[in-house]
């Protein structure tokens, strides 16, 4: 069974996620902009971008890609989880309508 889709805007989705997500999208956006503007300033401060600096960029954008890859692959494995729960709770509501039904 699927769900409906509804057009969202991104602000209302903003606004449905919770503070763990946001917090998450934040940090992930700023360890990224961090590592944009570090190779920034070492480029323009040396004219070249030493090994040091390339690390660190790399650094600061797997731990952004980590954390964003992280957050998602959970929020799906409970969202599937919610979904699993919700349609075994229907069967049971199921088996125990057609119970009372066979008992009248």
Same mark, same amino acid.
């Given at each position: 069974?699927?769900? /409906? ?6 602000? /209302? ?90 008992? /009248?």
């Amino acid at each position: 069974m699927k769900k /409906e889709m509804t057009n969202t805007t991104t602000h /209302e989705k903003w606004k449905d996620l919770g503070f763990k997500d946001k917090a998450q999208y934040i940090m992930a956006l700023s360890f990224a902009a961090a590592s944009i503007i570090l190779a920034f300033l070492a480029f323009i401060l040396l004219m070249y971008i030493p090994t040091s600096v390339i690390t660190m960029s790399s650094l600061f954008a797997s731990f952004a890609m980590g954390i964003i890859a992280g957050g998602l692959y959970f929020k799906n494995q409970l969202m599937e989880l919610n979904i699993k729960t919700e349609e075994r709770l229907k069967e049971l509501d199921m088996e125990i309508e057609d119970r009372l039904k066979m008992k /009248e």
